[in-house]
């Protein structure tokens, strides 16, 4: 892996590859599918799973390619794999934090970044003019700490592979969706055709004060958060479609169900825990599962089913 977080778009592209380990692991580990449709892979000299379905593998790839999209403009806080009941009520929320990611302009993704302790332009002119010892020096750049960043990694494997007997068992059916949440000064993604499209109100935060308007697409006001891609079915087949959650209600014509629901009543969860922080060169990375008070609603409503 040396040298892959040389630029910002190698970070980026490092970040895809976990995302999408991520997700078949997280697949697997909550029983989104049938264990039988998934394989035993290696990365990060790691056992994995990944589902061998084309359709699903196809999807997912797409919904990285997405997220990746809007992590090249520099806007992106937070991605999160969230999984509903088979009423699309949140049950749980991983989240991958990486507004510690540096914020770098979209002509600049290729740039290589400057060495510890060199400012941008000194960078450029030791580039342009090297000087005759500079041979001799060692290398150290932020790609030197992708030695470390593999073993990170497994960790992140490891602690998701043992996190269903922690979270418990899920009801049969479920879905799942990938978003993304917006940092407060970013424009919302617009463009035809747009695979964001906006979540329910509960996991919609409220705009702050000040914050610019988003942009519209689709018929959608779409405001500072994200991305999702969804699944039709759990343990069936998927949809082609992406969506988008965004921070307030977005539908022009709300249902009188939806108005009457708390916006981001279902954000940060009931309970969280925390999985791992991985830190190296310009990688910075925090990640936690929340689980959401309607998997705690379920879960007694089950037991006094079963008491009943």
């Known amino acids: 892996m040396a040298g892959v977080l040389d630029t910002y778009?190698?970070?980026?592209?490092?970040?895809?590859?976990?995302?999408?380990?991520s997700i078949h692991t997280i697949l697997y580990e909550r029983a989104?599918?049938?264990?039988?449709?998934?394989?035993?892979a290696r990365k990060y000299n790691y056992p994995?799973?990944?589902?061998?379905?084309?359709?699903?593998?196809?999807?997912?790839?797409?919904?990285?390619?997405?997220?990746?999209?809007?992590?090249?403009?520099?806007?992106?806080?937070?991605?999160?794999?969230?999984?509903?009941?088979p009423d699309s009520v949140p049950l749980?929320?991983?989240?991958?934090?990486?507004?510690?990611?540096?914020?770098?302009?979209?002509?600049?993704?290729?740039?290589?970044?400057?060495?510890?302790?060199t400012s941008a332009p000194e960078a450029t002119e030791n580039r342009e003019s090297p000087d005759l010892g500079s041979e001799h020096r060692p290398d150290i750049s932020p790609a030197i700490s992708t030695i470390d960043l593999e073993e990170q990694f497994r960790g992140v494997m490891s602690r998701l592979a043992f996190c269903g007997s922690s979270l418990g068992p899920l009801p049969e059916g479920c879905t799942f969706?990938?978003?993304?949440?917006?940092?407060?000064?970013?424009?919302?993604?617009?463009?035809?055709?747009q695979p964001w499209i906006p979540s329910q109100p509960s996991l919609q935060r409220s705009r702050q004060s000040g914050s610019r308007p988003g942009a519209?697409?689709?018929?959608?006001?779409?405001?500072?958060?994200?991305?999702?891609?969804?699944?039709?079915?759990?343990?069936?087949?998927?949809?082609d479609t992406l969506a988008?959650?965004?921070?307030?209600?977005?539908?022009?014509?709300?249902?009188?169900?939806?108005?009457?629901?708390?916006?981001?009543?279902?954000?940060g969860g009931v309970r969280s825990t925390p999985l791992r922080s991985v830190?190296?060169?310009?990688?910075?990375?925090?990640?936690?599962?929340?689980?959401?008070?309607?998997?705690?609603?379920?879960?007694?409503n089950t037991k006094s089913a079963e008491g009943g």
């Open 9 to 21: 778009q190698g970070l980026v592209s490092t970040f895809g590859s976990f995302l999408t380990v």
């Open 32 to 40: 989104i599918y049938p264990t039988n449709t998934f394989i035993t």
């Open 48 to 85: 994995v799973r990944q589902n061998r379905h084309p359709k699903v593998c196809k999807w997912i790839q797409d919904a990285v390619a997405a997220v990746e999209a809007e992590m090249l403009k520099a806007t992106v806080a937070r991605v999160a794999v969230l999984i509903l009941s």
């Open 92 to 117: 749980e929320r991983f989240m991958f934090d990486v507004s510690g990611f540096p914020s770098v302009p979209a002509s600049e993704t290729l740039t290589p970044f400057a060495p510890p302790g």
């Open 177 to 193: 969706t990938v978003c993304i949440e917006l940092k407060d000064e970013a424009d919302a993604p617009i463009g035809h055709p």
């Open 216 to 239: 519209m697409a689709d018929e959608a006001s779409l405001e500072k958060e994200g991305v999702v891609k969804r699944k039709e079915s759990g343990r069936g087949s998927t949809t």
């Open 244 to 267: 988008q959650k965004s921070e307030e209600k977005t539908s022009p014509h709300p249902s009188s169900e939806s108005s009457t629901v708390r916006t981001g009543s279902d954000l």
């Open 279 to 300: 830190a190296a060169g310009e990688l910075s990375l925090e990640m936690w599962i929340e689980e959401a008070k309607g998997k705690m609603q379920l879960r007694n």
